[in-house]
């Protein structure tokens, strides 16, 4: 196994696609059949993992996006005065097919995604990242250090929340100077 990961681009064609099996029938068929057309729309960004030592086979992956969460959802979290509306990036899909669990790929791409939404945070703020977690991956998430949103909604899909303060994350405080010319 040589597992790289990159930026998927809707242009290629990733050995294995059509076949991976994560497992979980509606992530499955996303990857099948809808993650290209909404990476296209620009939807939101997709990071896959392919095998070079398998014709870069697509062996796992992960969609991100904005989101504007409900503040009323976070109220558990006790996070302080926040808009009603509250900026985030929501982790859509993640699935690591069956031939590749268990061997820290899926953390991973969390470790990328919580990356991303540094980046995000800094150029356009971002509060934090909220996700729908299946029943059986909330303990995957949990172990990251996401909060469960809704505790009796479980065992349907459940709403967590992961904040940006929570992963030692401190707004810049460097000075970005643009000068403006004129013609006239
Ligand atoms: C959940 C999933 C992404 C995990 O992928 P993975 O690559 O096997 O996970 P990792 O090997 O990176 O696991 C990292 C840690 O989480 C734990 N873990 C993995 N899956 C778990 C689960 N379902 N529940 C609880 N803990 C889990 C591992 O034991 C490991 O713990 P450790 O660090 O103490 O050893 C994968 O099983 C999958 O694709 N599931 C189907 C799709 C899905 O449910 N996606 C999430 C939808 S919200």
Known sequence: MNVELSLYNPA????????????????????????????????????????????????????IAQHMIDVALLSSLELGSLPRKTPCSRLVMLGIDKRYKGQNLASMLMKHALTVMRSIAKQMGSFGMYLDADPLALGFYQKLGFALLDENKAPEPSSMFLPLSSIGYEPSTEIVHKKIHRSS
């Open 12 to 63: 290629l064609i990733y050995t294995g696609q059509k076949q991976f099996d994560c497992e979980h029938t509606v992530i499955s068929s996303f990857v099948h059949n809808s993650l290209k057309p909404q990476v296209k729309k620009s939807l939101s960004v997709a990071y896959v993992l392919t095998d070079a030592d398998e014709m870069n086979r697509f062996v796992g992956f992960y969609t």
